[in-house]
């Protein structure tokens, strides 16, 4: 499961030398959006992560999320992983009707 690390974010920020005020305006938020998200406060949505690439073009995306580990099908006793949680078609289908 991937998730966004807002210290990752804080820490290119350090490195770079940008301010809360400099990122926010390069990304078209408001400051106090982006302290939020960096405070954990608040997850991103999908236009964020866009402008991050746009604010960060050099760096990777990856670079802003943690990648955690794949969480055991409790219905497989060989303990095998999936990547989606689902262990068969008619799961998915059961999700989804739901």
């Known amino acids: ?12 920020m350090r490195e770079t ?11 078209g938020i408001s400051k106090s959006s ?8 608040r997850s991103p949505g999908s236009r ?10 050099d760096t990777p995306m990856e670079s802003f999320f943690e990648i ?3 969480l055991p099908d409790p219905q497989d006793s060989g303990g095998r992983m999936r990547e989606n949680g689902l262990r ?4 998915r289908d ?3 009707k739901g």
């Open 48 to 57: 964020f992560v866009a402008a991050l690439k746009v604010a960060f073009p």
């Open 1 to 12: 499961m991937n998730r966004f690390s807002p210290e990752r974010l804080a820490r290119l």
């Open 34 to 41: 982006l302290s939020r998200i960096l405070r954990g406060q």
């Open 68 to 70: 955690g580990p794949r």
């Open 94 to 96: 059961e999700v989804t």
């Open 88 to 91: 068969h078609s008619r799961d």
């Open 17 to 27: 030398g940008i301010t809360q005020a400099e990122l926010a305006r390069k990304m």
